[in-house]
Structures are given as structure tokens and as C-alpha cells.
């Protein structure tokens, strides 16, 4: 499990019921749940937004504009717009005299009156339901609420699964064999080059700066592959065992933690 995304999906669920449980007591609060810009943009693409009377979405942020929200449409417009405005102005507030165009500050440039037209025609064909709640749902779940499964596992969506994870953990062999060679196929093998990387943070790593063209996991694996058909050959055509034949093969295992010097 990634630990740094299961918090954030356990974020994600203070911003789930700050916009869909009125009754909470801290709704109104300036508490800090959302204001990491993935942790927004994450919440941003998992709610789908029918709108009624306008009460419950955003005017600036929602994705209420189709499969658009006006910050997506206006980016330029949209830093423009102070933070807390961006944040409170309701649909219904926003298009009602057309107040949305005074949340607006500061010198228009370019870009940002091109984007403006382009907001404001948008906006020009948006018709309300009066007496109808605005319905948020949950884009992952079949029953539209949010669930801190659905939420951890949205952050891997489209990224690719690496088919040899599951027969190098299930396979038999001791535990620091197969850590070794899940750190070998992520390239996370600590080197000489790691070493060298690392010497600036007091790691009590070998010095392997010189005599070595290549020290990648992937060459390491190969020359002790390699080492391991000649040894039997070479210990064969000596005429008495050495130290050599009788010492234990080499073998890569999983590193040591460093130790860091205080």
C-alpha cells in the first residue's frame, strides 16, 4: 500500500462531506482538507455534478460546465480570481446578475479576455432548476457515495500493473532472495553509483569511485550469472581446491539499511 496516497484518500473523504453533509458542524470552517492542488484536482475529477437551483456547486471550481469547470475552460481568467472567491461562490450566486464577472481582479491581459468571451457564452446558456437540490455523486462507486476503497484505487487508474510482481513474492525462496530481486527488476539495487550519490549524507557505504565502468543492477545480476558457470569449470582445471573453491559463491542480497553518521 501506498501510504502517501491512502492519506490522501482519506482526505478526500472530509472534502466528500463538507460538500454533501449540510449537517456537519465544522462545514463553514476554514479547515485545511483541500487545499493540496492534487488533492483538488483528484476530488474535482471524481464527482459528477447534475445541477438544479445551484445552491451546492461552485461556480469556479465545479466541473458543472458539462465535463468542464470555468477554471479549466478560463485558466488565465481564473488567477484572477482570489481564492476565497474561487472556493464559496456558489452557481446560483455567480449567475444571478451575473456577479461572476465581479469576482474578477486585477489587469485583463490577452489571453484572459479571449478566455472571458469564451466563459461568458458558456455561462449565457445555463438555465437553473429552482426548488431543485444540485445532486453531487461519486464518480467510482456504483451507489455514487464515496468509499476510501474506491477513493486509493482511483489513483492507479491507467497506470500499468507489473505482471511479474506476484510469482516473485509467491515464489519459494527465503524472503531476502526475493526482495532482492524485486529491488533488482526496479533498478533500486544499491550500487557503487548509489553509493557514490549517497556519500554526501554521511552513508558508511564502500568507496567504489574508480575501477568500475558499470555498476547498475541489471550488469551486477549478469556478471554473477556469468561467475557462476565459470567458478565449476575454473575450480575443475586447478590442480589443488584453493580458498577460492571452497568459499561460498557470490550472491546478491538485499542491502543493508544505511547508517547514518551524526
Given at each position: 500500500?501506498?501510504?502517501?496516497?491512502?492519506?490522501?484518500a482519506?482526505?478526500l473523504r472530509?472534502?466528500w462531506?463538507r460538500?454533501?453533509d449540510a449537517?456537519?458542524p465544522?462545514?463553514?470552517l476554514?479547515v485545511d482538507?483541500?487545499?493540496?492542488?492534487?488533492?483538488?484536482?483528484?476530488f474535482?475529477?471524481?464527482?459528477?455534478?447534475e445541477l438544479?437551483?445551484?445552491n451546492l456547486?461552485?461556480?469556479?471550481?465545479?466541473h458543472?460546465?458539462?465535463?468542464?469547470?470555468p477554471?479549466l475552460i478560463a485558466?488565465e481568467?481564473?488567477?484572477?480570481i482570489k481564492?476565497?472567491?474561487?472556493?464559496t461562490r456558489t452557481v446560483?450566486?455567480a449567475l444571478?446578475d451575473?456577479r461572476?464577472?465581479q469576482d474578477i481582479?486585477g489587469?485583463?491581459?490577452?489571453?484572459?479576455?479571449y478566455?472571458?468571451?469564451?466563459l461568458w457564452?458558456?455561462?449565457?446558456g445555463?438555465?437553473l432548476?429552482q426548488?431543485?437540490?444540485?445532486?453531487i455523486k461519486?464518480?467510482w462507486?456504483?451507489?455514487?457515495?464515496?468509499?476510501a476503497?474506491?477513493?486509493?484505487q482511483?489513483?492507479f487508474l491507467?497506470?500499468?500493473q507489473?505482471?511479474?510482481?506476484?510469482?516473485?513474492?509467491?515464489?519459494w525462496?527465503?524472503?531476502k532472495?526475493k526482495?532482492?530481486?524485486?529491488?533488482?527488476?526496479?533498478?533500486?539495487?544499491?550500487?557503487?553509483?548509489?553509493g557514490?550519490a549517497?556519500a554526501?549524507?554521511?552513508?558508511?557505504?564502500?568507496?567504489?569511485?574508480s575501477?568500475?565502468?558499470d555498476?547498475?543492477?541489471?550488469?551486477l545480476?549478469?556478471?554473477?550469472?556469468?561467475?557462476?558457470?565459470v567458478?565449476?569449470?575454473?575450480c575443475?582445471?586447478l590442480?589443488e581446491?584453493s580458498?577460492?573453491c571452497?568459499?561460498k559463491?557470490?550472491t546478491?542480497?538485499?542491502?543493508?539499511?544505511?547508517?547514518?553518521?551524526?
Open positions: 500500500m501506498d501510504l502517501h496516497l491512502a492519506v490522501f482519506l482526505r472530509w472534502m462531506l460538500r454533501t449537517n456537519r465544522w462545514k463553514n476554514d482538507f483541500g487545499k493540496d492542488s492534487v488533492l483538488q484536482a483528484m474535482n475529477a471524481s464527482i459528477v455534478i438544479g437551483d445551484g456547486s461552485l461556480f469556479w471550481s465545479d458543472w460546465l458539462g465535463h468542464n469547470s477554471c485558466p481568467l481564473c488567477k484572477l481564492p476565497r472567491t474561487r472556493n446560483d450566486a444571478l451575473k461572476w464577472i481582479t489587469t485583463l491581459t490577452v489571453q484572459a479576455l478566455e472571458y468571451l469564451i457564452e458558456a455561462a449565457e445555463v438555465q432548476r426548488g431543485v437540490e444540485d445532486t461519486w464518480k462507486t456504483s451507489d455514487a457515495t464515496y468509499s476503497q474506491s477513493a486509493y482511483a489513483f491507467g497506470s500499468a507489473f505482471e511479474g510482481a506476484r510469482p516473485i513474492w509467491k515464489a525462496a527465503p524472503l532472495v526482495f532482492s530481486t524485486w529491488l533488482a527488476v526496479k533498478g533500486r539495487i544499491w550500487t557503487a553509483d548509489a557514490v549517497g554526501n549524507y554521511g552513508h558508511d557505504l564502500p568507496s567504489m569511485r575501477g568500475r565502468r555498476s547498475r543492477p541489471s550488469t545480476q549478469l556478471q554473477l550469472h556469468q561467475a557462476s558457470l567458478r565449476p569449470a575454473a575443475a582445471w590442480p581446491p580458498a577460492f571452497r568459499s559463491p557470490p546478491m542480497v538485499a542491502p543493508a539499511t544505511p547508517r547514518l553518521v551524526t
